[in-house]
C-alpha cells in the first residue's frame, strides 16, 4: 500500500520538514513489548502514526531501537525522502549515531546478498549466533580469501 503525505504538506512547500518521534515500551516480566510513533510536519500538524505489539523483546534498548526502525519504516511508506527521528532513549540514539552507514559493491556483499535471498524465499524468520549456518559457509569461506 503506498501512502501520499497530506495536501496541506504538498501545498507551495519548496523543502518540507518532517519529525518523527518513537518510543519503545518494555516490560520484564512480560515475552513481549510495544512500539509507537508518530510523523508530524514541522508545524505540528499530524501526519501519521504507528503502534506495534512485538514479540521477545528482551529489554528497554531493543524496544526503542525497533521503534525506530519502525518509524524509518513509516518514512519510506509514506515516501518522505528527509526527516528527523527523534527519540527519548539517548543509549538508542547514540548507538544509532555511532554506527557508519557506507555502500559496497553486490560482489563485496555476497553473503549478506544470500541471507536475503533465503529470507525471500523463506516463510520464518532466523537468526544464528556464534555458528553461521551451513547455506553460506562457502560465500564466507570466498569473502574470508579476498580480505586476507
Same mark, same amino acid.
Given at each position: 500500500?503506498?501512502?501520499?503525505? !497530506? ?8 523543502? !518540507? ?8 515500551? @518494555?516490560? !520484564?516480566?512480560?515475552? @513481549? ?7 508530524? @510536519? ?17 529489554? !528497554? ?80 569461506? @570466498? ?6
Amino acid at each position: 500500500m503506498i501512502f501520499r503525505a !497530506p495536501e496541506f504538506v504538498k501545498v507551495g512547500m519548496k523543502d !518540507p520538514t518532517f519529525t518523527t518521534r518513537t518510543d519503545g515500551a @518494555y516490560l !520484564p516480566q512480560v515475552p @513481549y513489548g510495544g512500539t509507537g510513533g508518530v510523523l508530524r @510536519y514541522k508545524q505540528g500538524q499530524f501526519v501519521a502514526a504507528f503502534v506495534h505489539r512485538v514479540d521477545y523483546i528482551s529489554s !528497554p534498548l531493543h524496544a526503542e531501537l525497533l521503534a525506530v526502525k519502525q518509524g524509518m519504516q513509516l518514512l519510506q511508506s509514506m515516501q518522505v525522502a528527509s526527516a528527523v527521528i527523534e527519540s527519548d532513549c539517548q543509549v538508542a540514539v547514540t548507538a544509532i549515531t555511532s554506527i557508519r552507514l557506507r555502500f559496497v559493491r553486490r560482489q563485496a556483499n555476497t553473503v549478506a546478498h544470500r541471507l536475503a535471498s533465503q529470507g525471500f524465499e523463506s516463510n520464518i524468520n532466523h537468526e544464528w549466533f556464534v555458528n553461521a549456518p551451513e547455506i553460506i559457509l562457502d560465500a564466507l569461506m @570466498y569473502d574470508s580469501n579476498r580480505i586476507h
